[in-house]
């Protein structure tokens, strides 16, 4: 019975981003459903790494690696072939096939987590430097050019499936992008209820235990691995949908640390709770980039360094170990005051 009820919250949570997003779509002026779709993007991107670091235990620095591979290739597939069909296949496809290979060597190669993180944040910065050295006319892709450090401009948006001439609007790509949350946010609580998922949660908590148990540790992790990218690159690909330009600073250092302080800040063990924090901490960017007074990344260092010395376990988990609190302090009272009336 639990099993099922949790099917239904799961189902219930996801209809009612959809509904909310629904209802913003037409209830607020343009500039701030643009605004509020970037977020969501960014919310997709923070929602990847929450179920690769807070579930599989694996702390990947090079989330934008995955992000900025899936704004690419999509650009590089749409310019070329007039359609976002096949371009957003590939958009998700390409990361998903490259953290594969990228994970077989660090995980089957017995690499520990210190390296782990070493590594993947070694792979953001060469591809951050080789696409910032492609600015001559002659490092294409087909008709693309790559730009170097101007980046692609004027990248073709969705459309609906095979008919290149029925371009989304605004106020469309906004709803495809909570629907990709929200069904994003749906699969992978499913995936954690299944056996697959309580393996790798298993193995995030001790990795040793597991492989004695006959579990295969580096298959768990490479798959866990790999579908945190490709959610990482569909988040890339609407990231383009977005404003139609993608440049080098998708691969950049400052991007992989706003995913892992929007984890931080959010809570491990959570999915919700990332996507929440993304939301606030890019609103908040947002309104102080109005303002020459107080610096961003200061205000953003503190925040992390609140929430690692006083909020370790992150806003959700802090809200719900509170409210459980709450409600078992609640039960002796009224415990109480149903033996007063009997007596």
């Known amino acids: 019975m639990k099993f099922f009820s949790e099917k239904i919250q799961i189902v219930v949570t996801s209809l009612a981003m959809v509904l909310v997003a629904l209802w913003l779509s037409g209830a607020i002026e343009l500039y701030t459903l643009l605004s509020l779709t970037v977020f969501l993007v960014m919310g997709l991107l923070s929602l990847s790494l929450a179920?690769?670091?807070?579930?599989?235990?694996i702390l990947c620095f090079g989330q934008a690696a995955f992000f900025g591979l899936g704004a690419y290739t999509y650009a590089i597939c749409a310019i070329n072939w007039g359609d976002s069909t096949w371009a957003v296949v590939m958009a998700v496809l390409l990361p998903t096939l490259f953290s594969l290979l990228l994970g077989y060597v660090i995980f089957y190669g017995g690499v520990s987590d210190v390296y782990l993180g070493a590594i993947t944040l070694a792979v953001s910065l060469v591809l951050f430097n080789w696409v910032n050295s492609t600015s001559g006319s002659e490092y294409h892709i087909g008709e693309a050019l790559l730009g170097g450090f101007n980046g692609i401009p004027s990248v073709p948006t969705l459309n609906l499936p095979f008919q290149p001439d029925a371009i989304l609007s605004p106020e469309a790509i906004f709803m495809v992008t909570a629907g990709c949350l929200a069904l994003c946010y749906a699969l992978l609580k499913f995936v954690l209820l299944s056996r697959f998922g309580k393996t790798v949660v298993a193995i995030r908590e001790n990795e040793q235990r597991a492989g004695l148990l006959g579990y295969n540790v580096p298959?768990?992790?490479?798959?866990?691995?790999?579908?945190?990218?490709?959610i990482a690159g569909l988040a890339g690909c609407l990231y383009v949908n977005w404003g139609a330009f993608v440049s080098p600073g998708v691969f950049s250092i400052s991007q992989s640390a706003q995913i892992i302080i929007w984890v931080i800040v959010g809570g491990r063990g959570t999915l919700l709770g990332p996507v929440i924090s993304c939301v606030l901490l890019q609103w908040m960017v947002t309104r102080l980039g109005a303002q020459q007074t107080v610096d961003v990344n200061l205000v953003l260092g503190v925040i992390l360094a609140?929430?690692?010395?006083?909020?370790?376990?992150?806003?959700?988990?802090?809200?719900?170990?509170?409210?459980?609190?709450?409600?078992r302090a609640a039960v002796p009272a009224s415990r109480a005051q149903v033996s007063e009336v009997k007596q």
């Open 51 to 57: 179920f690769i670091w807070g579930y599989g235990g």
């Open 219 to 230: 298959a768990h992790k490479l798959a866990t691995f790999a579908i945190g990218a490709a």
């Open 306 to 327: 609140v929430f690692v010395l006083l909020i370790p376990g992150g806003i959700l988990p802090t809200l719900q170990r509170l409210w459980r609190r709450k409600r």
